[in-house]
């Protein structure tokens, strides 16, 4: 290979080391020319970050791989700029642990930028989807002012430049806090069309927060995702005008079985719990979560109040049929179940107390049953 390079001395060094069998000697040529491609596959699919373009990390990934093949200078990490650390004397050697700081270094601050970006995105979004909101509720004038920023949305979104989104909806929403002053009717026709706008915008938020935290036992979405989904859907129920159930789940008896299997015992319970939750709520606007312990929160868009009793008892069901097998002893499980649809006007903290109250029914009347949630008194 051509990177390969003939010792000066007789001696070993890190640097010239070389295997005594050829298989090896082959093996490790594979090894490196591989590292240096999957270093060039990251640059040539890296994108913008605050403090460096896309070029500019590609050319540092670049010239890792050229460092790996032929020895060449590596880019200077910050701490030779700043005088830190000094380069290493003697024969030229290949700096992998560099290598791994720089990867490291350069995983977090990607990282930082998305964690950041998705937050501006989601806050900036909801701020808009609030304003919308109010416009529904009234009646108005000046409907042709209110498309022409939501059309500037539009292209903004269908840009690639998370700022310009950014600036065009903030923008958005104070024209549309200006216009709601002086408006007392709106054309069907502008609300259809600002309801289909905000279901994209939805489906961009669900993109973004596939990626959020996630359970480690159950590898279900935590509480911090319900809380954040719950605002967004009594943010959203103004406008959409679609039902939102929510159905919470929890295992009767669990500190029973944990004082009977042990802790690993109970851990495979809820796991099996949260397979077959997961399992009973398939669709891409249902959203299944371990709300904490036990117990487990369903959000079930676009789900009528006459469907709910239905979807609690088929989860019901589903918990009688788990087979839990651990260390030769077979775990039996129920569940209790509360559920409710959200109330025009509710908001999400009312929501979840009313449909924890109505869990709590459940299990004070006997357990391993259903209760619906007393209606939203307004």
């Known amino acids: 290979m051509f990177w390969r390079k003939k010792p000066e001395t007789q001696g070993p060094s890190v640097a010239s080391v070389r295997p005594a069998d050829a298989g090896t000697g082959a093996e490790l040529e594979r090894a490196l020319e591989t590292t240096a491609e999957l270093l060039r596959t990251l640059g040539r699919h890296a994108f913008d970050l605050p ?4 070029a500019r990390v590609g050319q540092d990934f670049e010239q890792w791989a050229s460092h790996l093949l032929v020895l060449s200078p590596p880019p200077a990490p910050a701490w030779e700029k700043s005088g830190d650390e000094q380069p290493s004397e003697g024969p030229r050697r290949r700096e992998w642990r560099k ?17 950041q970006s998705t937050s501006d995105l989601r806050d900036t979004v909801l701020t808009f989807v609030k304003c919308i909101g109010r416009a529904s509720l009234e009646d108005g004038k000046n409907a042709r002012t209110l498309r022409s920023r939501v059309e500037q949305l539009k292209a903004a979104v269908e840009h690639n430049s998370l700022e310009e989104l950014k600036s065009s909806a903030l923008e958005v929403a104070q024209a549309v806090s200006s216009v709601l002053e002086e408006q007392q009717k709106r054309a069907t026709e502008q609300t259809s069309e600002l309801r289909d706008k905000l279901l994209r915008l939805q489906d961009q938020l669900d993109e973004a927060n596939r990626e959020g935290a996630t359970d480690a036992l159950t590898r279900l979405q935590n509480r911090r995702v319900f809380d954040t989904a719950l605002e967004r859907a009594v943010a959203l129920a103004p406008v959409l005008l679609r039902p939102t159930c929510l159905l919470m789940v929890d295992v009767d008896h669990f500190k029973a079985i944990n004082d009977r299997v042990g802790h690993p015992g109970g851990d495979r319970v809820l796991r099996a719990v949260a397979d077959a939750l997961a399992r009973a709520f398939p669709r891409r606007g249902d959203l299944v979560t371990r709300y904490g312990g036990e117990e ?10 006459t469907e709910a009793p239905k979807l609690a008892a088929r989860v019901l069901e589903a918990m009688r049929r788990l087979r839990v097998e651990h260390e030769g002893t077979e775990i039996r499980v129920t569940a209790s179940a509360g559920f409710g649809v959200l109330g025009v006007g509710e908001t999400g903290e009312a929501f979840v107390a009313r449909v924890d109250r109505a869990l709590y029914e459940a299990k004070h009347t006997g357990r391993d049953r259903a209760w619906g949630a007393a209606p939203f008194a307004g």
């Open 51 to 54: 403090q460096r373009p896309a």
């Open 99 to 115: 290598l791994v700081r720089f990867l490291g270094a350069h995983r977090q601050e990607e990282e930082r930028h998305v964690v």
């Open 296 to 305: 487990f929160a369903c959000l079930l868009g676009d789900t009528p109040a």
